[in-house]
Every structure is written in C-alpha cells, then in structure tokens.
C-alpha cells in the first residue's frame, strides 16, 4: 500500500483569498473611521454647546451660531459650517446637524447619512 501524505494546512489560494478579504476590509476601514471620528467631532461640539448653555444661557439663535462656529474652528471642522441649522423652539433652541459622505466600496459607491439633533431649554 502507498504511503500518502495529507495536506496540512491552507494552499497558496487560500491564503490569496483570504489575504484579499482582508486587505478589503482595510481599505473600506480606511475609509470609514475618519468618518466616525468626524461624527464623534460633531457630537463633542454639540455637547460642548450644551455645557455652555447651561453656564449661561444663549439669548438668541445668533449667539448659539457664534458658540457652534467657534467649536467647529477650534476642531478645525470649518467645512461643516452649512451643515448646522439653529431655530428656535419653545423657549430654547432646537440645533439640527445633517451631512453625508461617501463610502466607497469598490464596486459602489453608498451614501452614509449623518444626522443629530440637539434641543437646549
């Protein structure tokens, strides 16, 4: 009887496979993190906005205009300036943040939505 050696192990296509699966989630994670960070940016402003409400209160939607550009400036996040409407609401201010960017997934193109909403009183 012939003595037969068993394969051990993954084959050279295999490791191809597995490396292009890889190497795509690296380029879409390479692509979408800079996204949450700039989502997470947004959050801090508007929680920063928040905290300066309380300390003392805006008295118009221009004042809370000026607090949201300042925070966008110092997180150098100036091109978000249009994203952000401010409108007043019951006695306080509803500030609404919408935007979208593009996640590119090789073979399409998704749009990715971001919207967040904050009520001061």
Do not use: C, W
């Not at 997470?40 to 000026?66: I, Q």
């Amino acid at each position: 009887m012939p003595n037969r050696q068993q394969q051990r192990g993954g084959s050279g296509i295999g490791l191809i496979i597995m490396l292009a699966i890889v190497a795509y989630g690296v380029y879409v994670g390479l692509q979408y993190v800079p996204q949450y960070i700039e989502s997470a940016t947004v959050g801090t402003v508007l929680d920063n906005v928040a905290a300066t409400h309380k300390e003392a209160p805006f008295r118009n939607a221009g004042d809370v205009r000026d607090a949201i550009d300042k925070q966008l400036y110092i997180n150098e996040r100036n091109d978000l300036l249009e994203s952000f409407t401010v409108v007043p609401n019951r006695g306080g201010f509803l500030v609404t943040v919408q935007y979208e960017r593009e996640l590119d997934l090789l073979f399409t193109k998704k749009p990715v939505p971001y919207e967040k909403t904050l009520t001061l009183q």
